[in-house]
C-alpha cells in the first residue's frame, strides 16, 4: 500500500485537537528527537508567525480534513508521486542514522573500581 500524501495548502484537524493546522511541508526530520514526521504545518487561519510554533505530525494523528490543497495540478501530482516513490529510503536513511548514532554508545554500565 503507498503511503499517502496531502497538498500543501490542506487545512487538517487533529485528533483530539481544537485548532486547525495547514500543511506546509513534508517528512521534516527532527534531528534532537531523532525522528521524520510525513507532515510539518502552521496554525490555520493565522499561517506562519514563528519557528517555534511549527507543527510536526503524521498522517495517522489527522481527524479530519477541513479544506483539501491543490492536488489537480501536474506539478503537485508529479511532486505526490515522487515524494511516495522516495518515502521509503527516506525514512530508511533516517532510521540507520538512528542506529549509528546508538551504536556509538556503550553497550555496558560503569562500575566503580574501590
Do not use: A, W
Request: hydrophobic share 30%.
Amino acid at each position: 500500500m503507498d503511503k499517502e500524501f496531502l497538498p500543501i495548502g490542506t487545512v487538517v484537524l487533529m485528533k483530539g485537537g481544537t485548532k486547525r493546522l495547514m500543511i506546509t511541508g513534508y517528512l521534516p526530520i527532527i534531528k534532537e528527537e531523532k525522528k521524520i514526521y510525513d507532515y510539518s504545518g502552521c496554525l490555520y487561519p493565522e499561517g506562519f508567525l514563528s519557528s517555534e510554533q511549527v507543527g510536526f505530525f503524521n498522517h495517522e494523528n489527522i481527524e479530519k480534513i477541513i479544506y483539501m490543497g491543490e492536488s489537480e495540478d501536474p506539478e503537485t501530482k508529479e511532486f505526490i508521486e515522487k515524494l511516495k516513490e522516495d518515502y521509503k529510503k527516506i525514512r530508511e536513511m533516517v532510521e540507520n542514522e538512528q542506529n549509528k548514532k546508538e551504536e556509538i554508545k556503550p553497550k555496558y554500565t560503569s562500575t566503580k573500581i574501590q
